[in-house]
């Protein structure tokens, strides 16, 4: 079968070569195109299934369409839903999205970064590990547009798209003290990420803001590249250690499944022998009887306005403008666990 061309787009539409490129580039209303030729072109295109030259179109026009995505991990509920949602509005935008994950490996963060660069997509939303700054940096250098989401780096000025993470965990504690609960343990991981620090932050300073004894064996730190099993092995061994404590809160929902599993795996009935909080929600949560109390993330919202500040980045020709960070809010969904 014959490929279709440009010229015959042009003859059944009756429109000039030139318009219809301005068309598929994104520019009739810049070109002051109707609407009505605009929709006609656009029409025909998927009628004959026209698929321009993406290499041709990339040299004229100095894009790619493509955005680069970096997530931590596609196996988590929250990531998974965030790059759902990013391509299904980078589509709107008339962007194809390159999804790639770190698994918190701060090695594979960097050449995923040099491989998206070779590929020339046009901007990165990027959830960052500690060591990939360099290759950040290197990315900003040249002019490259840059957007945090979820977490961040210290002295980056890139826009960040995240929630208020002492706020949401000041909320989740503020519910367990007001239901009486005082022996409170913390469940987080052992890392300098800024979204990370600000969950221990608000745990620590709420117990004290309460008149609650701060108990640094009540905080378990799990190592930042943990192995599920040795992970798990961690929280059964400290649960055992800590029978006083009537309530836990996970810092992640990832955390939050492995303790799960920790709890059930120890004969412990939730909120029977032991209460339950999570920051962010995940499926099992909502399945689990009786429900696991969680801090729920807007993963969508997150996504939608990160992809829409990127793009809005992309509009302008001064990609080292600094937009300013948005915070989001959260939302404490109380179930049965507390």
Known sequence: ???????????????????????????????RISEEM???ILTVIQEVGYQPNQVAVSLRTGRSKMLGVIIETITSDFFSSLAKTIENEAQ???YKVVLSSTNNNSEKGSEIINMLAQ???????????????????????????VVFVDSNLPDFSVPYIAVDNYAGVQ???????????KSIGFVTIDIE????????????NSLKENGL??????????????????ALSLINNWLLKHPELDTIFFATNYLGIIGLESILNLGLRIPAD???????????FRLYPPGITCIQQPVEEIARTATKVLTDMLDKSDYSITLSNQSLPLKLIVRGST
Request: glycine share 6%.
């Open 119 to 145: 590929r020339q997509v046009d901007g990165y939303l990027i959830s960052p590990a500690l060591g990939m700054e360099s290759a950040i940096k290197e990315l900003i250098a040249h002019k490259k547009p």
């Open 193 to 204: 990420l800024e979204h990370m620090k600000q969950r221990s932050n608000a745990y620590i």
């Open 213 to 230: 004894e701060v108990k640094e064996e009540y905080i378990l730190q799990l190592p930042y590249n943990y192995e599920k099993e040795s």
């Open 274 to 284: 032991i209460k339950m909080i999570c920051f962010d929600d995940h499926d099992v």
């Open 38 to 40: 605009k929709n006609k």
């Open 92 to 94: 709107k935008h008339g």
């Open 1 to 31: 079968m014959k490929k279709v061309s440009l010229k015959d787009i042009a003859k059944l539409t009756g429109a000039s070569p030139s318009t219809i490129s301005f068309v598929i580039n994104g520019k009739a209303k810049e070109m």
């Open 171 to 181: 909320m989740g504690m503020d519910h367990l003290i007001a239901k009486g609960y």
